[in-house]
């Protein structure tokens, strides 16, 4: 019944919230924290731990965020939200900006009100299934139960898929990852797909993850990044370059060790985001420092790229086109000048 | 006689307030609506109920319709309709049925009869419906073998993705069967009639119960074998990954109708036993003395008032077990708050046509159930002269 008071509580929200509100930055300034949406649970971009705190990029961008106006990573609480209700709680101003794993694309950018500000993971749809199913290829599928989590792209994109290739298929859709996960391992379904990020790390979860492979196939452009409400521009300025600031940081080899350490640099790029040369802040409402404090405490986007998901994880998802542009990949932030 | 002032006039103080208190509503209805569409036009959320006919695009597990992704949010609205009415009404079949039998069952002079339906009351309708469903969901049918090894009793198949049966499939010719089932019945109807007119013309009835099976059960039979035997059976194949043919109920089908009929049917049992027990036991002497027989008792005495006090609780059952149906969001189920309130609006963001519809829709169905148990409680109330 939850979600049906979320929803309901948000049609409330939307039929009695003033139309002319203050801006998120004075919202956010005045409460002292960020509400950050994130998922109910999805190893590497948002989770939960056993001490009760959460770990991930997408709840890292969110302490990023923080850190910038507040100078305080922790300044920042997390909704998880299920795929169904996020959009609602975004629309609704129960969270200032949606950091779950969300897929960038036009109707979402523009029919429901939002934008995306930026990508912090570039993903593709993919396929797991069991080794004993002796499947090799997305093309062998003819006929197979998909299990599927509702009310995403990913089952749009499946949709897709089965039809331009002429195959059929039978989807299976719960509300929750951790329901999707359950009802493959239980058999329901021969394979499950998501993104791919998201079946490496399910594929964790689940009792013998050895016995279980990803298709090489990948089916989709998967973009995934922070959102916010359409219409307030300084927000979402603020959102956009917490992210570049991070990508910049680690072009420019600063991180959170050696940062403090740099403010003495001579090189200008490097004054420039530190703060001791121009006052890039003050266009988003934000101290000198903003960029500073991300880079300390939070730190740069490779740091939080393998803490979460890459070679310092137990996903150890290389890479890829998550890689600076520089170094192979197509990650490339706009220079903070 | 003192000339009152008008303000004084009972009557047209109560006129006066009366539409004071139409104007306040209406004038708060108004400002909600009114901020509701400013503030969704400042967000720039698309409103409107256009999105039914746009392009859904995601594919739906069990349609009783034609549907493909291919087809319009509206499709897929009738989609998941017809599948909560299919759970609503397998649903409501199975739990007045069991609840019938239950609830005689504890009324039974047979000690073990009545504390076994005792036991299955409390047992059912104290815990969660949420919960059992999970049960009936992961810990019973998602247990089945794979469907290479499927179960097999007879010609009925079992695995853990659902239940198969041969589909019967009429050829050419099997309308003749259809036809004379239904003339079977009109006979049965006729047989009926007439011998109740014989039994108020001379005071004896005709025999109609054999008569009635052997019209029903005949009929359609020499017709069917005069025809050719016209049917031949689907059987469902193992093909790739899943059966193939074949009638098929999918599990979260089955979890939902076995939950949703068990638990509703411990309520039932309870309405029909303390209707029963309404009736006071002077009745039953009455008909006995005057020389009923004991099925005639209960057809014709105990039944007829037990029905009165029964239907209006009964019709509640009814609501509630349609309306619990949406809880099959929590499983695969496809139905009106699975894919409507659930994928529909995710996909539209447009929360208040959506969750306005399905509102609508659980009104409008509770509402029309509740309109014909009311019709059938008119016909069989107590007639007053």
Known sequence: ?337 | MRTQAFWNDPRIRAWFFQILAVLVVGGFIAIIVTNTVDNLNALNVASGFGFLQHTAGFGISQTLIEYSESSSYGRAFLVALLNTLLVAGIGIFFATVVGFLVGIARLSPNWLVARLATVYIETFRNIPLLLQILFWYTAVLSNLPAPRNSLEIGSLLMNNRGLYLPAPVGEPGFGFVVAAFFIALLGIVFLRHWSQRRRIATGRGLPIMWPSLGLLFGLPLITFWLAGAPLHFEVPELRGFNFVGGLRAIPELLALVLALSIYTAAFIAEIVRSGIQAVSWGQSEAAQALGLRRTQILRLVVIPQALRVIIPPLTSQYLNLTKNSSLAAALAYPELASVFAGTVLNQTGQAIEVLTITMAVYLGLSLLTSAAMNFYNSRIALVER
């Open chain 1, 1 to 337: 019944m939850r979600r049906y008071l979320l929803l309901a509580s948000t049609a409330a929200l939307i039929a009695f919230a003033s139309a002319a509100s203050a801006t998120t930055l004075d919202d956010v300034k005045k409460k002292g924290f960020v509400q950050c949406g994130v998922s109910q649970g999805l190893k590497g971009f948002s989770s939960p731990d056993d001490k009760g705190g959460w770990t991930g990029i997408d709840v890292d961008l969110c302490r990023a965020i923080a850190a910038a106006i507040f100078g305080d990573p922790e300044k920042v609480k997390f909704t998880p939200l299920s795929a169904k209700e996020r959009f609602t709680a975004l629309q609704s101003g129960e969270i200032d900006v949606l950091s779950r794993n969300t897929t960038w694309a036009l109707s979402r950018d523009t029919a429901l009100g939002f934008d995306f500000r930026g990508v912090i993971y570039y993903d593709g749809q993919g396929f797991m299934v069991r080794k004993s199913s002796g499947v090799k290829s997305a093309k062998d599928l003819d006929g197979a139960s998909v299990c599927v989590l509702m009310g995403t792209s990913t089952s749009l994109t499946l949709a897709d898929y089965f039809r331009s290739n002429n195959m059929k298929y039978e989807p299976i859709t719960f509300e929750k990852d951790d329901e999707v996960v359950a009802a493959y391992e239980s058999g329901r379904c021969d394979t499950y797909t998501t993104d791919r990020s998201g079946l490496y790390a399910n594929r964790l979860t689940l009792k013998d993850p050895q016995e279980n492979i990803v298709l090489p196939e990948i089916i989709s452009k998967e973009p995934l990044g922070p959102v916010v409400r359409h219409g307030d521009n300084q927000w979402g300025d603020i959102v956009s370059w917490t992210l570049y600031t991070m990508l910049n940081a680690e072009e420019l080899g600063l991180n959170s060790g050696n940062v403090a350490g740099m403010r003495e640099s001579d090189n200008p790029e490097i004054r420039r985001v530190l703060g001791t040369e121009g006052k890039f802040g003050e266009g988003m409402g934000l101290s000198d420092d903003w960029a500073y404090n991300i880079i300390a405490k939070v730190g740069n986007y490779a740091e939080m790229f393998d803490r979460n998901v890459g070679k310092d994880s137990p996903l150890g998802i290389p890479r890829g086109l998550n890689a600076l542009y520089t170094q192979g990949g197509i990650q490339y932030a706009p220079p903070i000048r």
